[in-house]
T-cell receptor, first 113, second 114 residues
């Protein structure tokens, strides 16, 4: 089955700086890569996703890049704000499975003033 | 707006008890999932279901079973709770593959087994 590794496990940045979180996956057949944000005490929510036929996707201050050859994808947050502080999870969906996602272990992002 | 609800936010049970966790979604989603969330381990899939009465094992099914008698409801059952099942349990739902893959999560149930 799929295996997703996520780094770093914790990340501290100053407000206004950029943050990058990286994930690698093992199954070259995986075709969908979402990112979820979980604020303290809240449920995970989708913030951005990318499919395997696209190399980059952007939504305001967040972007995701995908390198299929190297089997890794990254989340980029620019101009970080205190409300970006949360745990971020990457995930990969195996082709042919009923939307079954394999999640990374999470990155705790702390944005300091 | 998709709404996924779980029967309890907090639950305390004793070792050996049978535990039922229920999840209900109101968006007619075909797929439903049960995860457990532990610090440093991320979200690990226990079981999922892509249709009524259908179920598939996830990555950590041991010690758990599930039931899906109606499309909107997916239950997780701990036949004989053990202390290593103390965890946060999250339910999720999504549309059938090809229609969209976004998983919508419930608020979670924090289960403590004493």
């Amino acid at each position: 089955g799929e295996n997703v590794e996520q780094h770093p496990s914790t990340l501290s940045v100053q407000e206004g700086d950029s943050a990058v979180i990286k994930c690698t996956y093992s199954d070259s057949a995986s075709n969908y890569f979402p990112w979820y944000k979980q604020e303290l005490g809240k449920r995970p929510q989708l913030i951005i996703d990318i499919r395997s036929n696209v190399g980059e996707k952007k939504d305001q201050r967040i972007a995701v890049t995908l390198n299929k050859t190297a089997k890794h994808f990254s989340l980029h947050i620019t101009e970080t704000q205190p409300e970006d502080s949360a745990v971020y999870f990457c995930a990969a969906k195996e082709a042919g499975t009923a939307s079954k996602l394999t999640f990374g272990t999470g990155t705790r992002l702390q944005v300091t003033l | 707006d998709v709404k996924v609800t779980q029967s309890s936010r907090y639950l305390v049970k004793r070792t050996g008890e049978k535990v039922f966790l229920e999840c209900v979604q109101d968006m007619d989603h075909e797929n439903m999932f049960w995860y457990r969330q532990d610090p440093g381990l991320g979200l690990r899939l226990i079981y999922f279901s892509y249709d009524v009465k259908m179920k598939e094992k996830g990555d950590i099914p041991e010690g758990y079973s599930v039931s899906r008698e109606k499309k909107e409801r997916f239950s997780l059952i701990l036949e004989s709770a053990s202390t290593n099942q103390t965890s946060m349990y999250l339910c999720a739902s999504s549309l059938w593959q090809g229609s969209g893959d976004t998983q919508y999560f419930g608020p979670g149930t924090r289960l403590t087994v004493l």
